[in-house]
């Protein structure tokens, strides 16, 4: 099926599951324990040896000697694989640092060898006992000296309309600021975990990994072997928020030895290895400017993003939202990317953007109230309807205005703090904040299988993943609206790549594609349905399980009656869609109180409105979208994953030193989906939510705390230490 126009009215004549909160199919199993996760795959394969990595203690440098024999004589010992066995293994286009192989070491806590033993605890203490000799070599790894090093054409420009320069130096009102964002850890529940099996030379992992085809391709290039003799399976994930996007080294890692030793071989990273060895979202440097008449109108805007990777490897694409967010006629956007020698910087949940916002939307702010104008009311005055670099590009639907309108009525704006640090309720300082949210809203091809069964049940099968965020149930509902089914018979079959390619789970286009591709295979089973019955597909009904045609109904299942029903099909995506630009919106709100004596933050509440197309399932959307204010909370006031630059890793590498939300940090949460059916989104007119509901929560933080006491903070995490002896007197 090719998506290729514009989608008007509905997709079903009468829409019932889709848009319907709907519980998750896969809640019993998960909620009980059998849902089977990557490393508790006991019944995949007999006779499963366990390894343990052995990583790099230097940052860079070269290995030059690894002793295994006091590894040898451990208790259950079976075998090991060194880097040293090989010459440096291929890399994909996905991954920027070599996963294994070649006594170079690029970065901190570089798997470097694995010890296999008969259990967990074995081969632990095997690796413990590998004695390795480096020669190590002095580089940077602070982004502040990095940059000092750019040369001065290393600048890369995003964006030139106009004359910035000219049209800044002329505004009314001028902002001048600089903002900074820390490394953060991904930090999801399960760690990265594998098993592999071989049968001759055809290979099956059984892992963690948001990207199937991804991670079959990934392994082709790097274990040199054809794409046709690898299996990846991959049904539950325990959080990825793109940490799992790739191949990681526990999959190359188990593949190795279980080739080595002839029997299949698990691996699971242990804890504080996860942030040096796997991948981190980078840490920013944004120089922000704004010009705008004492109207508000903004005529001149400039955003420096600027930060650090290993080389060969990509900026954190903080400038992203500046592109298109808010008007202005004279803009300018730059990157500098230098190269820092930590660990690998790749995507985590709305990479660019979340950072990005972090910075913009306190710069929003500031302006604001230089102009003194209401946040929410300077945001709506510049608010843009076509891109600002092309006007004659529309927005497929931009309902931010809408956002900001009803989240500030429901959210009381209007009853808010005015003054920063003139609220007091007791000992606690109150202060309100707000923020825009900006998120694409890409769309990918993506196929799937169905199978209609002689009892009447439909299987879908997709190697789409469900990393926590409800494709299960969302591909369910899909399937039966499509073919007139109650929910309970429709079975849904994920994460394998013996499937049909799917999108995959990642930059928030996981719903809106895999859905269309199961829309797609439904309709061809409509359509195979209606040849059978030498009927127009027009003419056939599909209802309760039935099939409607010339005056008289059967049951689905009879179709199927002696062997099941199957196809498959994908949904492409057309060049149209390029005409248009394809985004999510929110507005975001917070009420914040900080202690008047020891400078505690405490969240009191929170509300997000948002404008993501059509919402497949508002109950898994409502979880998404507070599970990314949950992380905006985190990253405002208290993750900061630390680099020891002396020595080149991240210190604070495990979940005792880099501190995320829990319960008692989450106030009441209140999401509100404001309607609306994009018809350019793609065939169910529908965008991903998971990342939008993170973008630009830390920056509404920020500005409650702000507003509470007076003190403004560019530099995130917003720690006490950082505003505690500028606070109102007591």
């Known amino acids: 099926m090719k998506f290729d126009q514009a989608v008007e009215g509905d997709f079903v004549k009468d829409v019932d599951l889709i848009g319907k909160s709907t519980p998750r ?16 795959r006991h019944e995949v394969a007999s006779g499963q040896l366990v390894g343990y990595p052995v990583f790099s203690g230097v940052a860079r440098g070269t290995i030059t000697g690894m002793d295994f024999s006091e590894a040898k004589k451990a208790p259950g010992y079976v075998g090991h694989v060194s880097t040293l066995d090989m010459d440096q293994l291929p890399t994909s286009n996905w991954n920027t640092a070599p996963l294994f192989g070649g006594a170079k070491v690029t970065h901190y806590h570089q798997a470097i060898a694995i010890v296999v033993a008969k259990t967990f605890e074995q081969a632990r203490a095997a690796a413990h006992l590998v004695k390795v000799n480096y020669s190590p070599e002095n580089v940077v790894y602070d982004l502040s000296e990095a940059l000092k090093n750019l040369p001065a054409d290393a600048t890369s420009e995003k964006q030139r309309v106009g004359d910035f320069d000219s049209a800044f130096a002329e505004a009314e009102v001028k902002l001048d600021e600089t903002y900074s964002t820390p490394a953060h850890s991904h930090a999801m529940m399960e760690a990265h975990a594998s098993i592999a099996k071989w049968d001759g030379e055809k290979l099956t992992l059984w892992t963690s990994n948001q990207m199937i085809q991804w991670n079959v391709v990934a392994l082709a290039t790097t274990l040199d072997m054809p794409v046709e003799n690898i299996r990846v399976d991959s049904p539950f994930l325990g959080g990825g928020f793109g940490a ?14 279980a080739k080595k030793v002839g029997k299949p071989v698990k691996i699971m990273l242990p804890r504080p290895y996860v942030a040096n060895n796997t991948t981190h979202r980078p840490a920013t440097i944004q120089d922000i400017k704004i010009g705008a ?9 400039y955003h420096k993003g600027k930060s650090g990777n290993l080389p060969g490897g990509s900026p954190e694409g903080c400038t992203a939202q500046t592109e298109k967010f808010y008007a202005g006629e004279n803009r300018l956007v730059l990157h500098d990317l230098a190269e820092v020698f930590l660990p690998e910087g790749n995507a985590m949940r709305a990479p660019g953007e979340t950072s990005g916002l972090m910075a913009l939307e306190i710069a929003m702010d500031e302006m604001a109230e230089k102009l003194g104008m209401d946040p929410v009311e300077f945001r709506i005055k510049n608010d843009i309807q076509v891109d600002p670099a092309e006007p004659s590009k529309k927005f497929s639907q931009r309902n931010f205005v809408e956002c900001l309108r009803t989240g500030a009525d429901r959210f009381g704006w209007a009853d808010r703090n005015k003054t920063p640090g003139s609220l007091r309720d007791g000992q606690w300082l109150i202060g309100h904040g707000m923020a825009g949210g900006y998120r694409g809203a890409p769309i990918m091809d993506s196929g799937a299988r169905i199978r209609l069964q002689s009892n009447g049940r439909l299987v879908v099968e997709t190697d789409m993943t469900d990393i926590g965020t409800g494709s299960y149930t969302i591909i369910a509902q899909t399937a039966a609206e499509v073919m007139g089914l109650p929910l309970d018979m429709v079975d849904v079959d994920l994460g394998d790549s013996n499937h049909p390619v799917s999108a995959g789970s990642g930059g928030q286009w996981g719903a809106a594609s895999s859905t269309a591709g199961v829309y797609a295979a439904c309709l061809k089973l409509q359509k195979t349905i209606a040849e059978r019955l030498d009927e127009k597909v027009e003419d056939v009904r599909f209802e309760d399980g039935k099939v409607f045609f010339a005056n008289t109904h059967m049951p689905l299942g009879r179709l199927a009656a002696g062997s099941e029903l199957v196809v498959e099909d994908k949904m492409e995506v057309g060049e149209f869609r390029q005409n248009y630009i394809v985004s999510t919106f929110a507005g975001h709100f917070v009420e914040a109180a900080v202690h008047v004596a020891t400078g505690e933050i405490r969240v009191r509440r929170m509300l997000a409105a948002c404008d993501a197309g059509r919402i497949l399932n508002p109950l898994s959307a409502r979880s998404q979208v507070i599970g990314g204010m949950t992380m905006g909370v985190g990253a405002a006031i208290m993750e900061d994953l630390i680099p020891d630059t002396r020595f080149g890793f991240f210190a604070n590498h495990d979940l005792a030193g880099y501190e995320v939300p829990v319960h008692m940090d989450i106030p009441e949460q209140d999401v509100i989906f404001i309607e609306g059916k994009d018809p350019i989104s793609g065939p169910l007119q529908a965008k991903g939510v998971g990342e939008l509901g993170l973008c630009g929560v830390s920056a509404a933080v920020a500005n409650a705390v702000y507003n509470a006491t007076g003190v403004r903070i560019r530099d995130y995490p917003i720690t006490l230490d950082k505003y505690l002896a500028e606070l109102p007197q007591i």
Do not use: S
């Open 25 to 40: 199919i896969d809640g019993p199993l998960k909620t009980t324990g059998y849902a089977p996760y990557a490393y508790e």
């Open 293 to 301: 008449r004492r109207d508000g109108t903004i005529t001149a805007i």
């Open 244 to 257: 799992k996007l790739f191949l990681r080294a526990d999959g190359v890692l188990a593949a190795l030895a």
